[in-house]
Structure formats: C-alpha cells, structure tokens
C-alpha cells in the first residue's frame, strides 16, 4: 500500500546547516554563564581596602562595670564613689557602756555610735559603722553623770565633727575629726570648756546655722529679778579639724525674755542644731 504524500513537505536540513544554526545559541550560552559568573565574583570578591570585621565591644555585663543610668553622663556611683571611712581598729563599745546612734563622722555616708562608760575612769567614745572605735577620757571633777551629744559644724574653711561631754557644771569640746577623739585645746592650751552656771561665764552651748553650716557657741542666759532674761552669744572659732577653738566677739541675742522663751531654756542646755544631750545622745551609766 503506497503511504500518501504529503502536498508541502518540508525538506529535512542538511547536517552543515544544523550545525550553522545551533552555534550561535552555544555561544550566547557560554557568554551569558560567563558574564553571570563575572558579576558574582566582582560582588563577592575580598577587598584589601575594606576594614576588617570589628569585634563587638563587651557589654556592660561582662566587663563588670554599672552602666550609666543616663545616656551620656556617668552613674552617681561612679562619678562619686563612697568614702570608705575610719579603718576598723579596737573592740567596740565596752561593755556596760550606754551607747547612741549619731550622725556620720568619718565620711562614710553611715551614721556611727557614741558611747559613754561610767565610774573614776569614765570616757566618751565613737565606733563607727566601719568598726573603728576610739576614746577619750573625761577629765572632770564633776559628779554629775555625763551626757555627750555629737554634730557636724563650721571648722576653719570647712567643716568637722565635735562632740560636747555635759558633766553638769561643765562642758567638755572634743574633735572626732581623723578617726580619733582630740580634746579640743584653747588659747592656753589646755581643754576647750564651756561654762553651765558653775563659774558664772555661761549658762549652756548651742549651734546657730549660718550660711547653711552650724557654728558653735558659747551661751549665757542672765536675768536681774528671776523672771526675764537677757540673752547673749558667743561664736566659738574652730580651725580645721576643730582641734583648736578661741572665742570671737560676745553679742547680745534678746532681752527681757521670759523664763520659758525657747532663746533662754536653749541658753541653760547643751545642745547643737536639733540635738540636745541627755536627749540625743549617750547618758553615762549609773
């Protein structure tokens, strides 16, 4: 049986002309392969110029420091750090000793604690909150059981710690600057005393708030008929660290003051600033 022809058949190409026309899609390939692969490494290739990768710096937590609690400006803490106060030294407090909390007296941001023991070689003390201890004795005839009271004042261009021992006829001034308790000393080198009434130069100590510091001194408290008082004051000049004290000009502060007027009972106490001894301080032990 004769297979039917087709009326338009398309005659089949030579093998030269194939190959003409498949050369052309060959080269376009390799051309395009190459061109991708020229571009890949031109994006991915190392530079000498380029810096080299930087290594994280730590962080806060690893490198143990605290991290500022504003941006751009240090921590209170590490702008300012604590003092580390007096170094520890001695026992504490003896035993039987009446003790009280006061304020901070070797910098150390922590109030510390004064202390008073009884009996002929009775002394007056401070251990602070770093465990330093250290004392005086109180040279004083008086029989009265002694009170102390302790505050910060005026001392030459700064300020420095004082504590006044109340023995009842007396006042005792003591520096507890520098980690030790110093009987203050007068012109005459001996201890710095106030008066309460015994030998008539005074009636009390008090400490007057000045330009933002309290600054000790002398009071006395007279009156003609026992019922006004005239009132005057003393400023007590102390050098820096309140180991040397000499008197400045008397002043008269009020006159016929009743006897209940806080300027006089004031005058006829033992006190600096808010605190007043026998109140805010330690008591000698009976």
């Known amino acids: 049986m004769t297979t039917p022809q087709d009326p338009f058949p398309v005659p089949e190409p030579e093998p030269a002309e194939r190959t003409r026309r498949t050369w052309p899609w060959i080269v376009l390939t390799v051309v395009a392969v190459l061109v991708i692969a020229l571009v890949v490494w031109l994006v991915n290739r190392p530079s000498g110029d380029e810096p080299a990768a930087e290594t994280p710096a730590p962080t806060a937590t690893e490198t143990g420091d605290a991290s500022p609690t504003d941006a751009g400006s240090p921590s209170d803490d590490a702008s300012t750090p604590a003092a580390e106060g007096c170094p520890a030294a001695g026992d504490g407090p003896p035993a039987g000793a009446d003790t009280h909390e006061i304020v901070d007296v070797d910098g150390d941001g922590r109030p510390d604690t004064a202390w008073l023991t009884g009996g002929a070689d009775r002394a007056f003390g401070i251990t602070t909150a770093s465990g330093a201890t250290f004392s005086a004795p109180i040279e004083s005839a008086s029989p009265v059981p002694a009170s102390a009271v302790v505050n910060v004042v005026a001392a030459g261009d700064a300020t420095a710690p004082i504590a006044l021992v109340d023995t009842g006829r007396e006042v005792l001034l003591f520096s507890a ?47 003609d008929d026992g019922t006004t008082f005239t009132v005057s004051r003393t400023f ?8 040397r004290a000499t008197n400045g000009e008397e002043e008269t502060v009020a006159q016929d003051a009743p006897a209940d007027d806080p300027v006089v009972t004031t005058a006829q106490e033992t006190s600096c600033g808010d605190l007043v001894a026998g109140q805010d301080g330690p008591v000698e032990p009976q």
């Open 177 to 223: 600057a520098d980690c030790a308790v110093t009987p203050t000393q007068n012109a005459q080198d001996a201890q710095y005393t106030f008066d309460k009434g015994f030998a008539g130069f005074g009636t009390g100590v008090g400490c007057t708030e000045v330009d933002g510091a309290l600054h000790l001194a002398g009071l006395n408290a007279v009156s």
């Open 236 to 243: 007590v000049d102390l050098d820096a660290g309140a180991t």
